[in-house]
């Protein structure tokens, strides 16, 4: 039973509030590090700390209230003068909110925290004092096991039975057991970091900035009386109120118009079929189509949420990374303002944390390799976000060694995963995105920070699970960027309906760029695979029914040339029925694999959205597709 019964609204409050502030009081302590004379920042730090201590004290959290007061002391101390910031200092008091934030999280499971480390609370008591004594040399870091992934569940390596599906989806039947069953958990994503600076494991540096491992996901392996408190803390959202008034301004004219046409069908009921009346009732229709459009927009734009909330807590994980690897790296925050959808907040967490790890790790130099180069000592890493049309773009990029094209080709053919063949016809930008490969790395000796070669590769896949794509630039000697591309919300997406027989599809309007007929005689078979020739470039054709395992009922009459990247291919279909906005329906009780989720179009059917990068791997195994084949088609969809 839950310690706060009867307070469980009050709980949930003050870990939203307190979460953030204690990600703003860790930002500030990295930039306070930078600036150890900054009273303004010690005061917004101490103001912090001490808001957080009066909501603990509203929960009778004594635990956290006494933590709280021994460091709220030391930075009152600090602020009147009468101490000054040193290394141990600061360690200390980034260790205090990394204790701070594990007693969140017992919080959140419903108990009340149990007493901070007596070592930490020692410390405190020794800074307060000013008699801090430096703390022996951290024992050398060991080896962080990566974990497994966890195996997928036998039903999804089986193709779905279409059929069943639909009539699945659209309520007919019940589900097959082969359909209904849930897919596995995402792969988890690599751990392993250097200890910090006072004896952390990676996977404890990044609990200490973000209250959960990396690789954790809402609910998923929660401890009892945990996953409906995480629920319900994840499904809430900040809304200005502004665009309240907006939906609310909005309802009123809909139900407005909704009004005159209850009239107008009235007037028509009872014989009025005059011009007039028609004209009224068109002028009624569009005014209410215009209005339910800006209401869609105006509900959309609820969702979106400053990127800024997701960045605040990378500072410190850069600064505590930089540190155990002895680098002074400085972490730039650019277009914190920029809006994203909520709900991609939390799957991009996973990427940038280790295109940040990578950053600092295998990026930045040491301070030697710096001064050697001519660089300064201090390297600078961006993390960067703008909107460009109606995508999100967030960039990473540092001023470290960069890469290099030949060695990254090198290092994929001793691993196995490309060919000399392949690696002849790559040119530097493939060759970048070969470290976007499973099991791809360019270190010889595994490490807590890196060299297990799972961290790219899981960017790669939650970009693609988010309909995003990234992309790879890099200069030797100067720095590398990686940039990813994202729609600005999940919740409508645009889509291609295509046809098989007389079934239609949605696949994602991103990826197509044309649509042509298909003559029979023009179809070539270049090593097992079916080909087309467009404008003197051969690409490979991909049938529809045979990524569907449905059986093939003559040629296809269309392919659909469909881009992801610099790559393109074709899909064979057998007709298009256009375009629509598709609003997405998640499956969340089956997710089939090659299914992303449906839609109802405007007539009342129920469509599949396909999921390609599935299709395109549930037929690698049934059709035994080459390996280059294979993994080009990895590559090419998102």
């Not at 019940?174 to 392993?192: F, I």
């Not at 991009?348 to 600092?360: G, K, T």
């Amino acid at each position: 039973m839950s310690n706060f019964e009867g307070m469980e609204d009050l709980l949930q409050d003050f870990l939203v509030e307190a979460g953030d502030l204690l990600s703003g009081v860790d930002n500030k302590l990295v930039d306070l590090e930078q600036n150890p004379s900054d009273h303004k920042l010690l005061n917004e730090i101490f103001r912090g700390f001490h808001t957080i201590k009066g909501g603990a004290g509203f929960l009778n959290a004594t635990e956290l209230v006494t933590l709280c007061h021994l460091t709220e002391n030391l930075f009152d101390r600090l602020r009147n003068n009468e101490l000054s910031i040193n290394g141990e200092i600061m360690d200390s008091i980034l260790a205090a909110t990394g204790a701070v934030r594990a007693m969140f999280d017992m919080l959140e499971r419903g108990l009340q925290p149990d007493p901070a480390d007596p070592a930490l609370l020692a410390r405190l008591k020794a800074a307060l004092a000013g008699d801090l004594v430096v703390a022996a040399a951290a024992a050398a870091p060991s080896a962080v096991p990566a974990p497994s992934p966890s195996p997928q569940g036998e039903a999804n390596n089986v193709a779905p039975d279409w059929n069943a599906l639909f009539a699945a989806v659209a309520g007919a039947v019940a589900l097959p057991e082969a359909a209904a069953a849930t897919t596995a958990p995402d792969t988890a994503a690599a751990s392993g970091f250097s200890h910090s600076v006072v004896g952390e494991t990676p996977e404890q540096i990044i609990h200490a900035a973000v209250g959960r491992r990396a690789t954790d996901k809402p609910g998923a392996s929660a401890p009892a009386g945990r996953r409906d408190t995480e629920k319900a803390r994840d499904s809430s959202i900040r809304v200005d109120t502004a665009r309240l008034d907006q939906v609310l301004n909005l309802s009123g004219e809909i139900g407005l118009t909704k009004n005159r046409l209850n009239a107008l069908r009235t007037e028509i009921i009872n014989g009025h079929v005059d011009s007039d009346t028609l004209h009224a009732l068109d002028q009624a229709v569009s005014q209410l189509d215009l209005l339910v459009s800006d209401m869609q927009n105006a509900v959309m734009k609820t969702r979106m949420q400053p990127v800024g909330r997701l960045f605040q807590k990378y500072p410190r994980i850069a600064r505590d990374l930089a540190r155990s690897l002895g680098k002074d790296v400085e972490l730039a925050l650019v277009g914190e303002d920029t809006e994203i959808d909520k709900t991609m907040i939390e799957d991009l967490s996973d990427p940038i944390i280790h295109l940040i790890r990578n950053a600092v790790d295998h990026g930045i130099e040491s301070s030697e390799d710096r001064r050697a180069a001519g660089k300064p000592e201090k390297s600078l890493v961006r993390l960067e976000a703008r909107q460009e049309g109606d995508h999100i773009v967030i960039l990473i990029a540092d001023d470290g060694r960069g890469m290099n094209a030949e060695r990254l080709r090198a290092k994929a053919i001793e691993k196995g995963l490309i060919t000399d063949e392949e690696a002849n016809t790559m040119d530097d930008r493939q060759s970048f995105n070969l470290i976007l490969l499973p099991g791809f790395s360019t270190k010889d000796v595994v490490s807590d920070v890196s060299g297990r070669g799972v961290g790219m590769d899981v960017v790669k896949t939650n970009i693609q699970k988010l309909n995003g794509s990234i992309d790879i630039k890099s200069t030797p000697g100067k720095g590398s960027t990686f940039i990813i591309s994202l729609p600005l919300t999940l919740a409508i997406l645009p889509v291609l309906l295509v046809q098989l027989g007389q079934q239609p599809f949605a696949v994602p309007l991103s990826m197509v760029r044309e649509i042509m007929p298909i003559q029979p005689a023009a179809i070539q078979e270049v090593g097992g695979c079916a080909t087309l020739v467009v404008r003197g470039e051969v690409m490979p054709m991909y049938p529809l029914s045979h990524l569907l395992g449905w059986p093939a009922e003559g040629t296809p009459g269309y392919g659909v040339l469909m881009q992801a990247a610099e790559h393109t291919f074709i899909l064979a279909i057998d007709g298009f029925m256009g375009r629509e906005d598709a609003v997405i329906k998640s499956l969340d009780d089956f997710r089939p694999k090659g299914v992303a989720g449906v839609t109802t179009l405007s007539n009342g059917k129920i469509v599949l959205i396909l999921d390609m990068k599935e299709l395109f791997a549930m037929a690698g195994d049934v059709r035994g597709v080459s390996r280059s084949v294979f993994m080009q088609a990895e590559s090419l969809v998102a």
